[in-house]
Every structure is written in C-alpha cells, then in structure tokens.
C-alpha cells in the first residue's frame, strides 16, 4: 500500500500517532483519482497501535482541491460515480478508526476544504485561506462538502462563498467556524501533532464515541438524540478504563484536575 503522493509516518513512543502527508506539492496537493483512493486505503490499513492522526500537505499549500486536468469529459454517470469514489474516500477519514486533525496552510480550496471539513479538528497558521472555487469553474462541490460545510459555517456563508468567490483568510476563516485553532505562520503542524499525542492518551471508548455517536446525536430530533446519548454515555461509563479514571481523579492523583486555560 504505497502511493508516490502520500507518505505514511508512525510517530510516539507508542506508534500512537499516524501522520499522513500529501506529498504532491508541485501540483499543490491537487487532489486526482490516485490520491484519493489512497487517501482511502491508508485510512483503511492504519496499524493498530495508532490512536490519532494528523493530515497535512507538503509545500506552500495545503491542497488546491480536485485535480482539474482529470476533470475532462465525464458524462452524468461517470460524474456520479466520480462523487461517489470521493463520499466513500472522505467517509474513511471521518468515520474510520481515529480522531484525524488536519494542519492546514496556504490553499485550502475545493476538494481541499472538503478533505479538511471530514477531519475532526482543523487547525490553520495564519497562511490559510479557504475557497470553493467550483462556483467559478462552472461545476458544484462532490466531495460531501455541500453536506459537511454548511454544518461548520452555515449553508447561507457555503452559498455566498460559491456564488461570489469569496476568499476567507485564516482569521475570517478561524471566527466564522472553518478551524477551531489559529497558530503562527509554519506552526499548525506541531499544534496538530501535539493535540493528537494529547487524543492519543484518551479512553479509546470516548474517542469513538466522539466521532461517531456524536455527529449523528447532532442530528437526531431531541428526543431520540438524548435517548441515544443516554445508550452511549452507559457504554462508556461501564468501560473499566473510565472507571480507572474517575477513580484516579477522586485519589487525588497528579494531573487529573481540570487546568484554567
Ligand atoms: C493544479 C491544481 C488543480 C494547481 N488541479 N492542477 N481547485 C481550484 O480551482 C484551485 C486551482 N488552483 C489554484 O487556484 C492555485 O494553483 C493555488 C491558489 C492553489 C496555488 O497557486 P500557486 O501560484 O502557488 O500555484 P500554481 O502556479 O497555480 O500551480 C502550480 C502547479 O499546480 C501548476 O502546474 P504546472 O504544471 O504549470 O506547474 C498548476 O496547474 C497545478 N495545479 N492546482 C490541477 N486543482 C470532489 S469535487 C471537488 C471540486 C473542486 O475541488 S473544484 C476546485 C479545484
């Protein structure tokens, strides 16, 4: 499982940390059918020591979105499949087996923010910038964007950034909801790596819980949303490992109190 435009690094004392980077800087990390099935694959073939990830890409840019060149003349079937290939690419990074923070600089555009938007937590440096420049190419979003932007920004701020162009910078980008950290130029990435190894030390049990009851309590009716929080806060508490815990933090022991920011 290699692919030249994706590297594989297992980082920790304990191979806790996968750190997945989009080695295809000369074409700004633009993402074409190849790297998006390997995005896939590598997400699928995690080694099982691994608890968190980080994904960022080498360059000046994170990633610049869909690879244009292979967009040439893709009928209404091959788009749909096309759509498709991406949905289940991006379903892996959100609901596969870690928390996956995403470091983020210079373009975050198109595909790229629709990568971004299926991580966990985005973290930004203050080259960022994000775009949907489908609107101007004359194409609409495909990579489950139109389903995962809108419930960070809102569908009113999605439908202003692709009628108009508009560009938000990482500080725009940070306040509306696009990333929930903004760190000083060529940092996001230790930012990233230093809140993964933090994910890394929780129960894995409440990182599953995070990712995949969480998002969709969101969007049950309230009513079947707190039954099912009820069902998954029992599982988690029945965990022997939050039991350890509660247990540590009630004996007093160091570094179990909550910590003023
Ligand atoms: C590309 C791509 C690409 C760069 N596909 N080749 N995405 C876009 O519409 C964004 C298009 N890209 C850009 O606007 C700019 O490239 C950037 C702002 C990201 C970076 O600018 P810059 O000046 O650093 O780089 P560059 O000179 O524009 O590009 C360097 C090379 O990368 C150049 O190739 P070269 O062979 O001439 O060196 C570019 O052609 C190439 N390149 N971006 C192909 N995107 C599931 S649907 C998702 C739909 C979308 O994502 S649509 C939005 C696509």
Redesign the pocket.
């Known amino acids: 499982m290699t692919h030249p435009d994706i590297q594989l690094d297992i980082r920790g004392n304990n191979n806790e940390v996968a750190v997945i980077r989009l080695t295809r800087g ?3 990390n ?1 993402l074409n059918d190849g790297l998006i099935l390997a995005i896939r694959d590598t997400f699928d073939n995690l080694p099982a020591t691994v608890r968190a990830a980080v994904i960022d890409g080498e360059g ?2 994170f990633c ?6 292979e967009l040439k003349e893709r009928d209404a079937g091959q788009g749909l499949h096309h ?1 498709r290939m ?1 949905h289940a690419a991006l379903e892996r990074v959100q609901y596969g087996p870690v928390p996956v923070i995403a470091a983020l600089h210079g ?1 975050v ?3 790229g923010l ?1 990568l971004a938007s299926a991580c966990h937590i985005r973290v930004s440096d203050e080259t960022t910038f994000y775009a949907l ?2 609107g101007t ?1 004359g ?1 609409f ?3 489950g964007g139109a389903v995962r932007i809108p419930r960070l920004i809102g569908a009113a701020r999605m439908t202003d950034m692709m009628l108009t162009g508009r560009v938000y910078n990482a500080q725009d980008g940070e306040r509306i909801g696009l990333a929930q950290y903004l760190v000083p130029q060529g940092t996001a990435f230790d930012k990233a790596f230093e809140l993964a190894k933090r994910i890394a030390t929780n129960a894995p049990l409440t990182n599953y819980a995070l990712m995949h009851a969480l998002p969709r309590i969101a969007e049950q009716p309230a009513d079947q949303g707190f039954f099912t929080e009820a069902m998954m806060a029992a599982i988690a508490q029945s965990a022997p490992e939050a039991k350890q815990r509660v247990r540590d933090f009630l004996e007093g022991k160091a570094g179990t109190k909550v910590q003023k920011a």
């Not at 610049?64 to 060149?69: K, N, P, Q, R, Y």
């Open positions: 000369k074409k700004r633009a000046e840019h610049a979105g869909l690879d244009l060149s759509s991406w373009a555009v198109g595909g629709e420049p489908e190419r194409i979003v495909g990579g």
